[in-house]
Structures are given as structure tokens and as C-alpha cells.
């Protein structure tokens, strides 16, 4: 199978914080979709690195692939939708981003000279946050705090979430806010957020996104593993 192959460096999350047998199990599961979706982007940006100019170029902006919905394409494996127009410096970057989040997957967090594999903190619904409609946070280095809400999604949105926490602290990257992200009281760039910053331009803050990188890798994966019927 593909997805063992895929999945062979991949280091369990070995340290467990107030979760139970089947929340730890639930987890794991995220876990491993999420270093499905940042192994396969990486892969792919890697592959697409290889090639002449004019083609990186031609797969960036989708081979004339086009969504059913121009609204909100959240599938969208095309890197012009999740990123803009191309630019060698933004392909390296993205690339890189998906190479050191892969490297905490693999290995942990860097802490000195070592690596601390990530750690799960599972909260409950007596903490204010996971009332406020957090689902999960990464506002300490190394640790997913898990909100109750995190463990009813599917697998597609769990991986992805896992994905988007663990690209947060030191990879330059973060959650964006701007004015063209606003929804009610929320500024940060969550969900189609990702996709106004690239509609309006702000490319540099659509680079430094999570959830541009959490969006394009659920879609790429999506792309490569799954036929459209089923997708
Ligand atoms: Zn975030």
C-alpha cells in the first residue's frame, strides 16, 4: 500500500496529555492524515521544482484546470489559487515551509539540539476557549491543546486541522489577519479567508498563511490519491 510506504518515517506523537484511550486513538488517526497531506504537497512542490521553468509554471497556474465553483473552491489543487501568481522565491518558500513541518512529523520539535515529538493536550469543555468555538490551538511550542469539538470531525477536516496547528511557532508562518478576512469578529485569515488574501492581492500575507497551506495540501492529496467520483 502506497499509504504505508508513505507513512514509514512518520514518528508516532508518543506524548499524550489528558487524553483518553479513544481520544488518543481519534488523534492518531489526524495525525497521520495530516503528514499525508504535508508529504504529498511536499513531494509534489518538490517534483514540480525539478522541472524547466515553463512548465513549473504551467502546473502552478492549474493546466487550465477550473472549479465548478469560482465562489470558493476549496479543493482547488492549484497552487495560483492557494498562492497567486508564481514566483520562483514564493515556490521555494512554500516548499520549505512543507519541508520543516515535515521534519516535525518525522523527528519533533527542535528543542537545543534535540527533537521533542509533538505532544497532545486534550481539553475539556470546562475551558473558556473550547467554548468560544476553538477547536484546537498551538499557542505553546511543541503541544496541541484539543478542544472536545476537534474530535467529531472527519478525518478530511481533522488532518487538516492537525496540519494547520503544527505549522504555527517558527516556521514563519502563521494566521493572517486583514480586513478582507473579517467575518463577525474574526480578523484572522481562517478558511476562505485564505482564498480572499490571494483575490485581493495580499500575496505576502497569503505566503505566510496556515490555512492557504492546509487548504492547497488537503487538495493536492486529494488530487493525487483520490479519483474525482470519489472526491
Ligand atoms: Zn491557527
Given at each position: ?114 527533537y521533542r515529538p509533538v505532544r497532545f493536550r486534550c481539553l475539556t469543555t470546562k475551558v473558556k476557549r473550547c467554548r468560544s468555538g476553538v477547536i484546537a490551538n498551538a499557542s505553546e511550542y511543541g503541544t496541541v491543546l ?86
Amino acid at each position: 500500500m502506497i499509504h504505508e510506504r508513505l507513512l514509514q518515517n512518520l514518528r508516532e506523537p508518543r506524548t499524550w496529555s489528558q487524553c483518553n484511550q479513544a481520544t488518543r486513538k481519534k488523534l492518531n488517526v489526524f495525525y497521520e492524515q495530516a503528514y499525508l497531506y504535508a508529504k504529498t504537497a511536499q513531494w509534489y512542490l518538490a517534483y514540480v521544482m525539478g522541472l524547466s521553468v515553463e512548465l513549473r509554471i504551467a502546473i502552478w497556474n492549474g493546466l487550465g484546470k477550473r472549479c465548478k465553483s469560482e465562489n470558493w473552491c476549496h479543493y482547488s489543487p492549484v497552487l495560483a489559487y492557494w498562492f497567486g501568481p508564481y514566483s520562483e522565491q514564493r515556490m521555494r518558500f512554500i516548499l520549505r515551509t512543507f519541508s520543516r513541518v515535515l521534519q516535525r512529523f518525522e523527528h519533533g520539535y527542535r528543542v537545543g539540539q534535540e527533537y521533542r515529538p509533538v505532544r497532545f493536550r486534550c481539553l475539556t469543555t470546562k475551558v473558556k476557549r473550547c467554548r468560544s468555538g476553538v477547536i484546537a490551538n498551538a499557542s505553546e511550542y511543541g503541544t496541541v491543546l484539543v478542544c472536545p469539538r476537534l474530535l467529531k470531525k472527519t478525518t478530511c477536516v481533522g488532518g487538516m486541522v492537525v496540519l494547520h496547528e503544527m505549522l504555527h511557532q517558527d516556521l514563519g508562518v502563521g494566521d493572517q489577519r486583514d480586513v478582507v478576512c473579517k467575518r463577525g469578529d474574526e480578523n484572522r485569515c481562517y478558511r476562505r479567508g485564505a482564498r480572499h488574501l490571494v483575490e485581493h492581492q495580499k500575496l505576502e500575507k497569503a505566503l505566510r498563511n496556515n490555512d492557504n497551506y492546509a487548504f492547497f495540501a488537503r487538495a493536492i492529496y486529494r488530487h493525487i490519491f483520490l479519483s474525482q467520483r470519489n472526491g
